[in-house]
T-cell receptor, first 114, second 109 residues
Framework: GAGVSQSPSNKVTEKGKDVELRCDPI?????LYWYRQRLGQGLEFLIY????????KSGLPSDRFSAERTGESVSTLTIQRTQQEDSAVYLC????????????FGSGTRLTVV | AQRVTQPEKLLSVFKGAPVELKCNYS??????LFWYVQYSRQRLQLLLR??SRESIKGFTADLNKGETSFHLKKPFAQEEDSAMYYC???????????FGTGTLLAVQP
């Protein structure tokens, strides 16, 4: 596609429910990243996929968070048993070579846990 | 530990005034530094990289390893520069960007 696409753009969920967030990277981009941005805070790294290598999961805040990526295409970020502190904008980005010549960001998913 | 610090949450200047958005970093090796910008209702996008030594939209940033700083500067601010600016770094074997908390630049007419 022309850019990084994320869906849904907004999600309101009840505490304790599971949610799935989707990211469609730019075609051909081998690297894909998930970040979280809480209100008034910077971007917090969550997970990084590079080709067929094992993902870097070092930023996932708890075992309620997981992410998958099929080859070099779509990725889904799953949050189980959501908590109010999970409320944030979840941003996905992709890049061509895995080197940070510059990520292309999606417009994000705004998650609100009530 | 890798860390990026942007001490100002908000910087308000008048049109035509010089702008300096501060960024300091903590990193033990040789990092790559970036500035990202997010205009109202738009996506976060790359503004410039220290390695390319370029000027984008009149903005420049020089990496000062002695002061571990990468301040973003523009001699004459324009109203369209109003946006959220994030400083970020990466380095070593990792490919992930570490972001600062951002500075909101407001350029008054």
């Amino acid at each position: 596609g022309a850019g990084v696409s994320q869906s849904p753009s907004n999600k309101v969920t009840e505490k304790g429910k599971d949610v799935e967030l989707r990211c469609d990277p730019i075609s051909g981009h081998t690297a894909l990243y998930w970040y979280r941005q809480r209100l008034g805070q910077g971007l917090e790294f969550l997970i990084y996929f590079q080709g067929n290598s094992a993902p870097d999961k070092s930023g996932l805040p708890s075992d309620r968070f997981s992410a998958e990526r099929t080859g070099e295409s779509v990725s889904t970020l799953t949050i189980q048993r959501t908590q109010q502190e999970d409320s944030a904008v979840y941003l996905c980005a992709s890049s061509l070579t895995g080197k940070t010549y510059g990520y292309t960001f999606g417009s994000g998913t705004r998650l609100t846990v009530v | 530990a890798q860390r990026v610090t942007q001490p100002e949450k908000l910087l308000s200047v008048f049109k035509g005034a010089p702008v300096e958005l501060k960024c300091n970093y903590s990193y033990s090796g040789s990092p790559e530094l970036f500035w990202y910008v997010q205009y109202s209702r738009q996506r976060l996008q790359l503004l410039l990289r220290h390695i390319s030594r370029e000027s984008i939209k009149g903005f420049t940033a020089d990496l000062n390893k002695g002061e571990t700083s990468f301040h973003l500067k523009k001699p004459f601010a324009q109203e369209e520069d109003s946006a959220m600016y994030y400083c970020a770094l990466t380095g070593g074997a990792t490919n992930k960007l570490i972001f600062g908390t951002g500075t909101l630049l407001a350029v008054q007419p």
